[in-house]
């Protein structure tokens, strides 16, 4: 059974930085795309970035493009992402999320295993 841990969020003020990770353990597929997404209270889950199975080809959402890194580590079986810059606005519970494939996506729905989420808040 594939697992996804994150860890890495809490408390910053903006423009600070955290440094979100996720575990993914079990299943034997080849290194997968993995994806960031968010969701705040009240809002939909939206796309963050998203990193290739073999770290190659990233996307990132407008809002976050330049603040926001994505990486992988695939001998570690990790993917994190880099935040620096941080503003209120991204306050969100961040999620994991890995699919069955190795090229990346946007579309939250084809993401086949979910981390459980990790908070994330940017006090002004």
């Known amino acids: 059974q594939v697992q996804l841990v994150e860890s890495g969020g809490g408390l910053v003020q903006a423009g600070g930085l955290l440094r979100l990770s996720c575990a993914i353990s079990?299943?034997?597929?080849?290194?997968?795309?993995m994806g960031w997404f968010r969701q705040d209270t009240g809002k939909e889950r939206e796309f963050v970035a998203a990193?290739?199975?073999?770290?190659?080809?990233?996307y990132y959402a407008d809002s976050v493009k330049g603040r926001f890194t994505i990486s992988r580590d695939n001998a570690k079986n990790t993917v994190n992402l880099q935040m620096s810059n941080l503003k209120p606005e991204d306050t969100a519970v961040y999620y994991c999320?890995?699919?069955?494939?190795?090229?990346?996506?946007?579309?939250?729905?084809?993401?086949?295993?979910w981390g459980q989420g990790t908070q994330v808040t940017v006090s002004s």
């Open positions: 999320a890995a699919r069955k494939n190795p090229y990346p996506s946007r579309d939250s729905t084809i993401y086949n295993y």
């Open positions: 079990g299943g034997t597929f080849s290194p997968a795309a």
């Open positions: 990193i290739s199975g073999s770290g190659a080809i990233t």
